[in-house]
């Protein structure tokens, strides 16, 4: 028996926060079936199932310690620097989304429980796709993490803006998924190669020029696939209602966690599949790139309601979190420092909108800030905060992520590039300063009631504010630990 | 030395926070504190007059690693230039705290965010590489765009996103500079070393020169502002409160010339050459176009905002010359400039609290009801026409001079500036002052009490000491000019 797993590279630690997840959401799952229990119960299951979860990413930090880069059941799974790093982001993504997720979800009456479970599932399905060594499995994991947020954007039943988002993610969401997974087929019949490594071997085996163009296209429908999971333009479509429609609690969860999965998922299929024929697709990216900026930029400065203006700019970061990782390997530690310094404050973002709108209710027009420096002045703070950082003012994580991109890309000679991304930044200062002006600015109209906030909520808005301005300040840390996921490949 | 300059830095900072700190009840002590935390830096200052090492040009240099794995470090320093720019910051800040009234003294945000300002103002004019001037320089907006949107005029939308939107898109283009300048840098030393030293000791090629120096005085140029990018400065001074005027018109307008005293000229000067005449040109449309279009307002605050135009390009004119004398006078000009300014700016806040408005012809004979405002008025504009024996004439007489040496017409045309001044500033005080009081509300003016006279006397006392003893503020700057005219020199001998 052992020598059998020891062939196929059985190891549940590989897979162990996947696993710890599903066993939570399993059990939440029995609780709500079968016996009577408390709400307190079940937050502690889940709390206690997050945190089992950051321990199991610890376990196998153990284990690639001993093993280093390689691969598990048949060739399935993969541990490498990538998947520890997607593995801690998604875990503290679930653990600082855990209160305004948490909060959300009691309102939901009835459906209370099926919330968490969703959002437990979709988690491990992201923790499965950033692990994923074959591209089957990246297609599965991709798939059980996306119908979780499907179903979590339309959970509000009664609410119409709500049912539309659920349905159009859901509709354009599995027409990506229909062109990635066409995409896979044609990669394995092109070259019978089905995995991220062992694109890696074999086209540099048969030579970069012999590589049919069949294998090529592919690739390219793998890669839009997942530029539509990180609202790309000209993917973007579905990322402005959708964030619009879903429940304000849970769209910080679902912006995130599947940025982070794909991004990581490209950042591997070019560090790794496609490092020797990245030539091929450069025109592709920078059009995306381009393409993403223009789009985002053109429209969050129009856009009345924050978090349509949140979607948008989005996509102009997911086009600067591009840039790096298409434009070579320091580009890409530069994008992963990017890419955990926007997270901290998208999810920094939302959380302030779930605390200041109801938290089922679609809406949140810009309005909705007037008088926030009344109602609350810590929540005003912290939310300047995290606009001043997505404008990238210094001395905060967004300006040292900008800074280290836009180096890495003109030490890459990316000329145009540079100038369309820093002009961009000059579009952001005035989309991202008007809502600052509003909450902290305006004098509101109508007589104001303070806001009183529970204490986990200032617990995790202190600390993702903190890590804004650390991060600002003394970035060492974290670029070392982006240039330690990339280090295999300098 | 060292502790000195990080101090003068970091304690407006913590004089922020303090006053973030306290409690809101105890509204009536904002003020002491403040000016308290404004004597410090002030007297730091004082002390680092005194001794004779700041005199050099950019000296006690300290370096602090930052982002090891790119290896960035942050350079601080001081030099005879920044000192006097650190002077006129710090005297402003003080006379400001002095001046502001009841309103805006009880407000924690206003305190605070003036603090703020200082030190991001000190920040610019210490730090010793491009990086930490580029993050200063862009610090600066955060507090100006609070000052400006909570406590400023009626139009203070349109006038703040003008002025945050003019200066982002100019500093886009100090960023790229500063990247460009790194990655030349990473190549020639092996990590992104932007410190000053590291840079005088690159050479790089005309063509990098020319590129590297239009970006970074494109984004400093806006700063200034030079003639067609200075339409955010009416607005902006219009709609801040006088605290903000003051500092905007006596401190941020100076960093842009800094900026290219300090980097632009220095180390590009091959693009400097290149360019230099187009400047030169434009300064020159600025200085007549600023005073035309002062002579036609009807607003005084928007009269000295066109005013300062002028007197910037002024400054502008000695800078493109590029020669010793005209450096000098060009240095000596800004901290004049910021004092004038400075003192008109307030002069004009203490009016606008009597009678809520600016409108030059709400006044007439109002020297009647306010005798010392108006001498104290008349001294300014005097000041500010650049009268022998006050400040103003001693910088711009040494700009002209210089600049006659290089130029010989766009001197000759811009000394029209001077008597264009006359006209606006003369005019505007006979408009105001002199005549018979025709409103009814002018009657019952009063007149400076003793806490204004201790506000604006001292900027008097400091204008006079300039216009008969220059040689004690050249004294300063001697070296930082010394220093700008011979690089220009050198490289201008290697051209030829």
Same mark, same amino acid.
């Given at each position: 028996m052992s020598t059998i797993s020891q062939a196929i590279g059985f190891n549940l630690i590989v897979i162990s926060p996947t696993l710890v997840l599903l066993a939570t959401a399993l059990i939440l799952l029995f609780c709500t079936i079968t016996i009577e229990t408390s709400d307190f119960v079940k937050k502690s299951i889940t709390f206690g199932g997050i945190l089992l979860t950051i321990f199991s990413v610890f376990l196998k930090f153990g284990l690639f310690a001993t093993d280093g880069v390689s691969s598990y059941f048949t060739e399935k799974i993969l541990l490498d620097e990538f998947s520890l790093f997607g593995n801690v982001l998604i875990s503290l993504i679930l653990l600082f989304n855990f209160s305004s997720i948490w909060n959300t979800s009691t309102e939901l009456k009835d459906k209370r429980t099926e919330a968490i479970i969703l959002t437990l599932m979709s988690a491990s399905g992201f923790m499965l796709m950033v692990d994923s060594e074959s591209f089957m499995m990246l297609f599965i994991g991709l798939e059980i993490g996306s119908i979780s947020l499907y179903a979590l954007a339309g959970?509000?039943?009664?609410d119409l803006l709500s049912n539309e988002a659920a349905l159009k993610y859901f509709l354009l969401g599995s027409l990506a998924s229909c062109v990635l997974v066409y995409g896979v087929a044609l990669i394995y019949i092109s070259l019978s190669i089905s995995g991220f490594y062992d694109s890696a071997i074999a086209i540099p085996y048969i030579g970069a020029e012999n590589v049919p163009l069949t294998t090529f296209i592919g690739f390219l429908f793998v890669i839009v696939g997942l530029l539509f999971k990180v609202a790309?333009? &000209?993917?973007?479509?579905?990322a402005p209602d959708v964030y619009h429609g879903s429940p304000t609690g849970y769209v910080g969860y679902m912006a995130s966690v599947a940025k982070v999965a794909s991004f990581l998922v490209i950042g591997r299929l070019c560090m790794v599949s496609l490092r020797y024929v990245m030539d091929n697709f450069e025109l592709f990216f920078l059009a995306v790139v381009i393409i993403s900026i223009f789009v985002g930029s053109f429209f969050a400065t129009i856009q009345a309601d924050m978090k349509r203006l949140i979607a948008y700019s989005g996509v102009i970061q997911s086009g600067f979190i591009l840039s790096g990782i298409v434009s070579g390997v320091n580009g890409t530690s530069a994008s992963l420092f990017y890419l955990t310094a926007y997270t901290i404050q998208l999810i920094g973002i939302f959380t302030i909108f779930t605390i200041i709108s109801g938290k089922l209710s679609s809406d949140f027009s810009i309005e909705n800030l007037s008088g926030l420096f009344v109602e609350n002045k810590f929540l005003t703070i912290c939310f300047s905060i995290f606009m001043l950082g997505l404008a990238g003012i &210094?001395?905060?994580?967004g300006f040292i992520s900008k800074f280290i991109l836009i180096t890495n890309l003109w030490s890459y000679e990316n000329y145009v590039l540079v100038f369309i991304l820093m002009l961009s930044t000059v579009a952001g200062f005035y989309f991202y300063l008007r809502p600052i002006w509003v909450a902290a600015i305006d004098k509101p109209e109508a007589p104001v009631e303070q806001i009183a906030l529970k204490r986990s909520e200032v617990l995790s808005l202190s600390v993702l504010a903190f890590a804004t301005i650390f991060f600002g300040l003394l970035p060492d840390s974290l670029i070392n630990l982006s240039r330690w996921v990339i280090q295999n490949y300098l | 030395m060292s502790i000195l300059i990080y101090t003068l830095m970091l304690f407006p900072l913590l004089g922020s926070l303090v006053i973030f700190m306290m409690p809101k009840t105890r509204s009536e002590l904002f003020r002491p504190i403040a000016i308290f935390l404004s004597i410090i830096p002030f007297g730091l200052c004082l002390y680092l007059f005194s001794n004779s090492k700041s005199k050099g040009s950019f000296v006690d240099i300290h370096t602090i690693d930052w982002i090891k794995s790119y290896g960035i470090s942050l350079t601080f320093g001081i030099s005879g230039m920044s000192l006097l720019l650190l002077f006129l910051t710090a005297i402003l800040m003080l006379l400001s705290f002095l001046s502001v009234s009841e309103k805006y003294s009880q407000s924690k945000g206003f305190i605070g965010s003036i603090l703020v300002l200082h030190f991001a103002v000190n920040g610019v004019f210490l730090s010793g590489d491009l990086l930490s001037l580029f993050i200063f320089f862009e610090a600066l907006l955060i507090p100006m765009y609070f000052l400006m949107g909570i406590w400023g005029g009626e139009n203070r939308r349109y006038a703040t996103i003008k002025f945050i939107i003019y200066t982002v898109f100019g500093s886009v283009f100090i960023f790229i500079g500063t990247v460009y300048a790194g990655v030349i840098s990473y190549g020639v030393t092996g990590r992104l070393a932007l410190d000053f030293t590291t840079l005088s000791s690159l050479s790089f090629t005309s063509e990098q020169s020319r590129i590297l120096f239009l970006m970074f005085t494109f984004g400093f140029l806006i700063k200034v502002p030079i003639f067609p990018l200075h339409t955010w400065l009416p607005d902006a001074h219009v709609e801040a409160p006088t605290a903000g005027s003051i500092l905007l018109a006596g401190v941020l307008l100076k960093v842009g010339a800094y900026g290219i005293l300090r980097v632009s000229i220095p180390f590009f000067t091959e693009g400097f050459l290149e360019y230099k005449f187009i400047i030169a040109v434009l300064s020159v449309i600025g200085i007549i176009y600023g005073a035309i279009v002062a002579i036609a307002q009807i607003d005084i605050k928007r009269l000295i905002a066109y005013s300062s135009v002028s007197h910037m390009g002024f400054v502008m004119l000695g800078i493109s010359a590029g020669n010793y004398l005209s450096l000098e006078g060009a240095i000596i000009q800004m901290v004049n400039h910021g004092l004038t300014t400075g003192a008109l700016f307030m002069l004009v806040g203490f009016l606008y609290e009597r009678r809520h408005t600016r409108r030059?012809?709400?006044?007439?004979?109002?020297k009647a009801t306010m005798p010392k405002y108006a001498a104290i008025f008349l001294f300014c504009s005097f000041a500010s026409i650049g009268l022998p024996g006050l400040n103003g004439f001693v910088g711009e007489f040494m700009i002209l001079m210089g600049s006659f040496a290089t130029y010989k017409v766009l001197s000759g045309i811009g000394a029209f500036g001077v008597v264009l001044a006359a006209i606006y500033m003369l005019w505007a005080y006979q408009r105001m002052f002199t005549g018979e009081i025709s409103i009814k509300e002018n009657k019952e003016l009063v007149d400076l009490d003793s806490k204004e006279m201790i506000s604006v006397v001292p900027l008097l006392v400091l204008m006079l000491f300039i216009g008969i003893y220059p040689s004690f503020i050249e004294s300063y700057v001697t070296q930082d000019a010394l220093l700008i005219s011979e690089i220009i020199d050198i490289f201008s001998g290697r051209l030829n």
């Open positions: 959970i509000n039943r009664g790309a333009a &000209p993917f973007q479509s579905w &210094p001395l905060t994580s | 030059i012809s709400e006044f007439g004979g109002i």
